[in-house]
T-cell receptor, first 116, second 111 residues
Framework: KAGVTQTPRYLIKTRGQQVTLSCSPI?????VSWYQQTPGQGLQFLFE???????NKGNFPGRFSGRQFSNSRSEMNVSTLELGDSALYLC???????????????FGPGTRLLVL | GENVEQHPSTLSVQEGDSAVIKCTYS??????FPWYKQELGKRPQLIID?????GEKKDQRIAVTLNKTAKHFSLHITETQPEDSAVYFC??????????FGAGTTVTVRA
């Protein structure tokens, strides 16, 4: 199976702009999670989507939003960009069991966002 | 919410020696504990995981132990090799569809 893909891979924006990042999960995976990775901070959970519904959200301001489409592809949007939003944004997909337990998350290559 | 602490932040070992990374978590509801390896410029990749109904799991040179009472889990790498050099992340999750990650450990294996 093809792995998780993310587009674009690199992005340069200026403060105040907005950005949309895209994630295509592994075929058959219906859960997509998004993370922000910055040096020394590890991976910070942004949100998780399943069947077009956000099931959990991390502690990020409302400028960060996301959505999922019927084909499980997901997008995240950051509005009014700030310098501190510069980071690697990773998405991960996983299969879902009927019991609801967490399954292995497979990560995409990430989108590196630089805000100037 | 869940808080995962990971130690040490950096670890340098001689090739052939063992490496141990420790993590603690705060939420007693956490029941899934994966470990990811991230090489420079690459995506994180799962190397091993453990669920709360198991105390220890081993896969070749890698093992993970879990102490639910103390809320800590550890990664053990034996007979380290240069290709083990990477950043390792622990994580904890429960049935709320969220994984909380530690800050990472940079492991350097000296030849």
């Amino acid at each position: 199976k093809a792995g998780v893909t993310q587009t674009p891979r690199y992005l340069i924006k200026t403060r105040g702009q907005q950005v949309t990042l895209s994630c295509s999960p592994i075929s058959g995976h219906r859960s997509v999670s998004w993370y922000q990775q910055t040096p020394g901070q590890g991976l910070q959970f942004l949100f998780e989507y399943f069947s077009e519904t956000q099931r959990n959200k991390g502690n990020f301001p409302g400028r960060f939003s996301g959505r999922q489409f019927s084909n499980s592809r997901s997008e995240m949007n950051v509005s009014t960009l700030e310098l501190g939003d510069s980071a690697l944004y990773l998405c991960a997909s996983s299969s879902v069991t009927f019991s609801g337990r967490l399954e292995t998350q497979y990560f995409g290559p990430g989108t590196r966002l630089l805000v100037l | 919410g869940e808080n995962v602490e990971q130690h040490p932040s950096t670890l340098s070992v001689q090739e052939g020696d063992s490496a141990v990374i420790k993590c603690t978590y705060s939420d007693s509801a956490s029941n899934y504990f994966p470990w990811y390896k991230q090489e420079l410029g690459k995506r994180p990749q799962l190397i091993i995981d453990i669920r709360s109904n198991v105390g220890e799991k081993k896969d070749q040179r890698i093992a993970v132990t879990l102490n639910k009472t103390a809320k800590h889990f550890s990664l053990h790498i034996t007979e380290t090799q240069p290709e083990d050099s990477a950043v390792y992340f622990c994580a904890a999750g429960s049935n709320d569809y969220k994984l909380s990650f530690g800050a990472g450990t940079t492991v350097t294996v000296r030849a």
